[in-house]
Nanobody
Framework: VQLQASGGGLVQAGGSLRLSCAASGRTFSGYAVGWFRQAPGKEREFVAAISWSGYSTYYADSVKGRFTISRDDAKNTAYLQMISLKPEDTAVYYC??????????????????WGQGTQVTVSS
């Protein structure tokens, strides 16, 4: 499956963005999806994950209450709604997917398929 992340941009602190992760090549159904981010000079970190069924979601403490992950399998797309953005949210955001995620999907090593990343910049 090929993933295409989009929706990033420049926003002021307190603003909102919605990232999309569109899958092609095969159906998205049955794949757990995760969002990760990497800021300059830092390691890639977990942001949010959603189970293949959509019933379970998980968030990093730093984004809990501000970010919401969702999926629409009919559109082969997953989303990351981000509100109350902070300058420390500035990073390249990546979506990832895999059918074989056995845990909660918090680790990048659990995912085989990755999108190319979309830049999110939050100005103060």
């Amino acid at each position: 499956v090929q993933l295409q992340a989009s929706g990033g941009g420049l926003v002021q602190a307190g603003g909102s963005l919605r990232l999309s992760c569109a899958a092609s090549g095969r159906t998205f159904s049955g794949y757990a999806v995760g969002w990760f981010r990497q800021a300059p000079g830092k390691e890639r970190e977990f942001v949010a994950a959603i189970s293949w069924s959509g019933y379970s979601t998980y968030y990093a403490d730093s984004v809990k209450g501000r970010f919401t992950i969702s999926r629409d399998d009919a559109k082969n797309t997953a989303y990351l709604q981000m509100i109350s953005l902070k300058p420390e949210d500035t990073a390249v955001y990546y979506c990832a997917a895999d059918r074989r995620v056995a845990g909660r999907g918090l680790l990048s090593s659990e995912y085989m398929y990755w999108g190319q990343g979309t830049q999110v910049t939050v100005s103060s």
